[in-house]
């Protein structure tokens, strides 16, 4: 996600009134790679940064590392190239799994430590972002799953279902 550390200081109220006790962080894969391979974790992109900012402001984060992340951002932030060869079924694709368990690597290289079992902000780590809004798939969420705690990231793992109406 852009990081406007400046944003996160000057909109959590000081004192009196409600006030929010977590932000989500989402984690954009194309933002983050935007060339195969190449990971960005500075400037705009400094994710450690902002849940650093987060804590000294008294906030829980919720990390949200995706892979997709539905209309928020464009073409559901997977970069172009594993696009071309993903349909729905992502559990079926192999190179984007593939992917996928690279990209959580380098956010567990990056943040694993700054998680609650470490004195850290990061509360929760959500397993894919809603995708249970267009797919019940088990298998694909246990390797999504599996690839979150490979990854170091081992505080507690939430994922989003649709509600049963």
């Known amino acids: 996600m852009p990081v406007s550390q400046s944003i996160l200081a000057s909109t959590h109220p000081d004192g009196e ?4 006790e977590y932000v989500c962080a989402y984690l954009f894969w194309n933002f983050h790679e935007r060339t195969p391979g190449v990971f960005k974790w500075d400037g705009e992109a400094d994710i ?31 970069p172009g190239g594993y696009l071309r060869t993903t349909a729905l079924n992502f559990a ?3 190179v984007v799994c593939k992917g996928i368990a690279k990209l959580l690597k380098e956010v567990g290289h ?3 430590s700054m998680q609650i079992t470490k004195g850290g902000p990061i509360l929760m780590v ?10 019940d798939d088990a298998e694909y969420m246990g390797i ?5 705690v ?3 990231l081992r505080c507690s793992a939430i994922r989003v279902y649709p509600p049963i109406i």
């Open 17 to 20: 009134g409600v006030r929010n």
């Open 48 to 78: 450690a940064e902002f849940c650093k900012i987060a804590q000294e402001e008294g906030l829980w984060v919720i990390l949200r590392p995706g892979p997709y992340t539905c209309a928020e951002w464009e073409m559901g932030v997977y």
């Open 110 to 112: 990056v943040l694993a």
């Open 150 to 152: 490979d990854a170091g």
């Open 144 to 148: 999504m799953r599996s690839a979150i």
């Open 126 to 135: 959500q397993v894919e972002n809603e995708y249970g809004f267009f797919a």
């Open 92 to 94: 079926q694709r192999s």
